[in-house]
């Protein structure tokens, strides 16, 4: 997913821990300060949100995902040229071609020659055996990425000789290369790896803030709630890197993040506020402003009270005033809807918009039992708008007797809390990094999927799900997620608020950006003029 907010379950306790242990960091910086700008050959990029992770395997969010992106490459990637359904086409990458058998189950992989990692150990067969295998065993976010939720989908990973490899699945799947090329699924050097612990524990530690790739950079140093520094490779297999050091700055708080855009100490900039991006656009700054299938919503965990109650839900769900917080925060780039699939994914539904009905708020409360209740929602740290829309969310719900109590929570704290199911109440922004509804609902609804973070089981949604998902007739595939949106939103577990637009905030003179699904850049195209 992109998984921009889950956390792999099994090892989410691990993951926390080695946040706390890598901030010292990997390595000294050479990066140029705030106080004196960025050098020609120098990108400075910020970001709003702390990294929890650098290894492909357990990557979660949108910012681990950035980390991964520019220091791995995989088989296949997604360009920015698109179909005709509007899906990017998959391209290659570490493999310049491929094969499918007649029954569509085994894809044959062919992989560049003379292609090596960054410790200079050339990339074969076994690695990429060795890469995928390691992602399935894990049991992080990318084992579902690359399997929707399915551990049993891929039947064998196999070396043919050291330039071929075969993946066979149990059985045929139109999306399947367009989750493989998903970030995560990179190469791992495990020759590398093997000599800081290889599959162990301590390997994991290594790997959660160093990197063993093929990409086009390096991790110079590693401070995750900080500041991140990424070095150009010299001997990168695909096109050179434009910019030989970015250094990627974690600023959580939205004036500081402005002030750094606005002086020009910041080239690129991800979280700046909605409010302030036309003003900075006034000011001679570029403005990158595309549709997205990410969205921010409030998350009611079923298994907790008040919450398992549905009337309980569907009284929030009455009281909240969508459209008066998309016009107030959204600065027009927003969309809302409802259901779970927002308007930028392909099968997106048109369900009716609906108004804000405080008298059956509280009829649904009465018939519940409910007179008073005191809840926890918790917000992610950096994430300005969310805490602004959780203060409008709050009042909303005071005139019902709900009294909400936000707390802010660091990256990882909050990342561990929802993950786990201790949140009560959340507010978040996730989507699919794979524009088809599948990826994202096979984890964001599904009974029992361990990435479901609100416990939502609906036995007709899973139905309909199971239908949609290799229904190759678009007429049907509409059909089935329209009647699994209706139920979504019957059942109220989610509370949409709406889709923002992906906006990044670029200097005058910044050139090479490119826009994908994922909302991850390359930077190795990314320059400053």
Same mark, same amino acid.
């Given at each position: ?34 106080? &004196? ?7 400075? %990029? ?35 040229? $698109? ?51 390691? #992602?399935?065993?894990?049991? &992080? ?18 070396? +043919? ?33 093997? $000599?800081?612990? &290889? ?62 855009? $606005? ?75 409802? &259901? ?38 918790? %917000? ?12 409008? +969310? ?59 973070? #609100? ?47 992906? %906006? ?26």
């Amino acid at each position: 997913m992109s998984f921009p907010s889950a956390v792999p379950r099994g090892a989410l306790a691990a993951a926390v821990a080695l946040v706390a242990a890598l901030a010292a960091g990997c390595g000294s910086s050479s990066s140029t300060g705030a106080a &004196g700008g960025a050098a020609k050959d120098t990108l400075s %990029v910020a970001v709003n949100s702390a990294i929890t992770t650098a290894d492909p395997a357990f990557a979660c969010t949108t910012y681990d995902y950035v980390v991964v992106k520019n220091t791995y490459d995989n088989l296949v990637t997604l360009g920015s040229e $698109r179909d005709d359904t509007g899906a990017a086409k998959v391209e290659p990458a570490l493999a310049e071609r491929w094969e499918l058998s007649a029954d569509k189950r085994t894809y044959t992989f062919h992989l560049r020659s003379g292609v090596t990692f960054a410790s200079g150990n050339p990339m074969t067969a076994d690695d990429v055996v060795y890469s995928l295998k390691r #992602v399935l065993a894990k049991e &992080g976010c990318q084992q579902y990425v690359l399997t929707t939720g399915d551990p049993k989908a891929i039947k064998a990973i196999t070396k +043919v000789d050291d330039r071929t490899v075969t993946i066979t699945l149990r059985r045929a799947d139109p999306l399947f290369l367009t989750l493989l090329a998903q970030t995560g699924n990179g190469v791992v050097d495990r020759k590398l790896l093997a $000599r800081h612990g &290889g599959d162990s524990e301590a390997g994991d530690r290594w790997l959660a803030g160093h990197t063993a790739g093929t990409g086009a950079y390096v991790l110079e140093s590693y401070n995750p709630d900080t500041q991140v520094d990424f070095r150009a490779r010299k001997g990168y297999w695909g096109t050179a890197s434009k910019t030989s050091l970015v250094s990627m700055r974690i600023v959580t708080d939205a004036t500081t993040l402005e002030t750094l855009v $606005r002086s020009g100490d910041v080239d690129m900039a991800y979280g700046i506020p909605l409010k302030d991006v036309k003003t900075l656009k006034a000011e001679g700054k570029q403005v990158f402003a595309n549709a997205s299938q990410f969205y921010i919503y409030v998350g009611l965990n079923t298994s907790r009270k008040p919450f398992d109650d549905v009337r309980v839900r569907q009284a929030l769900q009455a009281a909240l005033p969508v459209a008066d917080i998309a016009k107030r925060f959204g600065y027009g780039y927003a969309q809302t809807f409802r &259901g779970p699939i927002p308007p930028a994914t392909a099968f997106s539904p048109k369900l009716p918009a609906g108004t804000p009905d405080i008298a059956k708020a509280k009829a649904l409360l009465a018939q519940a039992g409910v007179t008073h209740a005191t809840v926890t929602l918790d %917000v992610k740290s950096g994430e300005t708008l969310q805490a602004d829309i959780a203060t409008v +969310v709050q009042n909303a719900f005071r005139p019902l007797g709900v009294d909400v109590k936000i707390a802010t929570l660091g990256a990882s704290a909050f990342s561990d809390k929802v993950n786990t199911f201790k949140s009560q109440m959340y507010i978040i922004k996730d989507g699919g990094t794979v524009n088809d509804p599948a990826y994202f609902l096979g984890f964001f609804v599904a009974c029992g999927n361990p990435f479901n973070l #609100v416990k939502y089981c609906s036995k007709a949604v899973d139905a309909d799900l199971a239908a949609a998902r290799r229904e190759e007739d678009p007429a049907k595939r509409q059909a089935a997620y329209d009647r699994l949106s209706a139920q979504v939103d019957a059942d109220a577990p989610v509370l949409p608020i709406f889709a923002p637009n992906n %906006v990044v905030v670029g200097a005058a003179g910044l050139k090479g950006y490119v826009y994908y699904d994922d909302q991850q850049p390359l930077f190795r195209t990314l320059s400053i003029g």
